[in-house]
T-cell receptor, first 114, second 113 residues
Framework: DAKTTQPPSMDCAEGRAANLPCNHSTISGNEYVYWYRQIHSQGPQYIIH???NNETNEMASLIITEDRKSSTLILPHATLRDTAVYYCIVRVPGSGGSNYKLTFGKGTLLTVNP | DGGITQSPKYLFRKEGQNVTLSCEQNLNHDAMYWYRQDPGQGLRLIYY???????QKGDIAEGYSVSREKKESFPLTVTSAQKNPTAFYLC????????????FGEGSRLTVL
């Protein structure tokens, strides 16, 4: 199973871009990279996912390196409400072969400062 | 509005008692999941269900039981066999288990006294 490595914490100034890195050096060719975030004491929220191309939506951008061994989640203009734990997840097969499950690690605590 | 509703939000129980946590979704999703989160830790998968009347063990199923008699409901029972039941429990759903886009509820915090 592909594992991910994220820094435990990061700081960012309000209004600046937040760039959250993730290493997934053992990712296989058909595995997607997913990003979620969890604001304190709430349920996680899906942000974005990708396979090999860069992706952008209204929340963030996802940059995946050409070798797919790492990715970066970019919040272009961080606000105080973006303070949360950010999880980088590689989708792995679950039991039964055709079922997939998400494994959440400890993530990165992003603190956006005024 | 469509979403996932978990209840109760906070629950206190005495050691040795079984507890059932409710999870309801009106998103018409086939797949549902239960995760456990301990302080400062990530989420660990307890059980998941692909479809009605089907469910499979996750990584930490011991001491827990589930049922999936209706598409919209996936209750979790924390039994007395669970050694450390105090935790934050999160329910989620997705269109199917083939997608990684999960929708989470707000969680239920269980404290065993």
């Amino acid at each position: 199973d592909a594992k991910t490595t994220q820094p435990p914490s990061m700081d960012c100034a309000e209004g600046r871009a937040a760039n959250l890195p993730c290493n997934h050096s053992t990712i296989s060719g058909n595995e997607y990279v997913y990003w979620y975030r969890q604001i304190h004491s709430q349920g996680p929220q899906y942000i974005i996912h990708g396979l090999k191309n860069n992706e952008t939506n209204e929340m963030a951008s996802l940059i995946i390196t050409e070798d797919r061994k790492s990715s970066t989640l970019i919040l272009p203009h961080a606000t105080l409400r973006d303070t949360a734990v950010y999880y980088c997840i590689v989708r792995v097969p679950g039991s039964g072969g055709s079922n997939y499950k998400l494994t959440f690690g400890k993530g990165t605590l992003l603190t956006v400062n005024p | 509005d469509g979403g996932i509703t978990q209840s109760p939000k906070y629950l206190f129980r005495k050691e040795g008692q079984n507890v059932t946590l409710s999870c309801e979704q009106n998103l018409n999703h086939d797949a549902m999941y239960w995760y456990r989160q301990d302080p400062g830790q990530g989420l660990r998968l307890i059980y998941y269900s692909q479809i009605v009347n089907d469910f499979q063990k996750g990584d930490i199923a011991e001491g827990y039981s589930v049922s999936r008699e209706k598409k919209e409901s996936f209750p979790l029972t924390v039994t007395s066999a669970q050694k450390n039941p105090t935790a934050f429990y999160l329910c989620a759903s997705s269109i199917s288990t083939n997608t990684g886009e999960l929708f989470f509820g707000e969680g239920s915090r269980l404290t065993v006294l």
